[in-house]
């Protein structure tokens, strides 16, 4: 029962949508329809510029962040940087709220289910888990961009990589089915950036236009 009020929890924070709110706030415009049509950090420094990216970068961070820590203490649960309650019921209910929030990002109710790609709400989850697993997949995503000079194979790599390091450093099975699923969703949400990759129309980073 706690799962589901978990993911509740987190699907409430994942609604809150940084570009968009900005976009109408400020710029009186909606994002979506600008750009790539994304709701997100990249579409942001796109369309709205660095500064307002990097607004919308933290924010989404922090609402995967804060929907774990919310989840923790509610539940005892427990993270990188806090245990409520002895943290006896482990990462679990941490983690179904930053997987709440993510599909609320993803899929945000009031904007017809048109949210951004996740991969900030991602890191959010990643960095209430573990910092170390945080600076891991930060610096893989780091090294494809270097490498390929795609946004969308750094993406795909780190969000790839999540379940195999939750495994790796020995997470409970239902935190790396969780982790899988979090993986998943975001490669479907770039699924128009890969066929973008695959016929040779998607930007590089640092490429003008």
Known sequence: MYRIACLLIGYIFGNLQTSYILGKAIKKIDIREH???????????????????????????KKSFAAYAVCSYIFSGSGMFFSFGGGMMGVIPGIYGSFGAILGHLFPAHMGMRGGKGIASGIGMVLALSLPMTVIILAVAALAIVITRYL???????????????????????????????????????????INLINGKEAKVWQKG
């Open 35 to 61: 750009g790539t049509g994304n709701a997100g950090t990249a579409n942001s420094l796109l369309v709205m510029g660095g500064k307002f990216a990097v607004i919308v970068l933290a924010i989404d961070i």
């Open 152 to 194: 969308t194979s750094a993406s795909i790599i780190a969000a790839a990589s999540l379940p195999i390091l939750l495994a790796f450093q020995g997470y409970e099975a239902e935190a790396v089915v969780i982790g899988t699923l979090v993986a998943l969703l975001l490669v479907f949400k770039h699924k128009d950036n890969i």
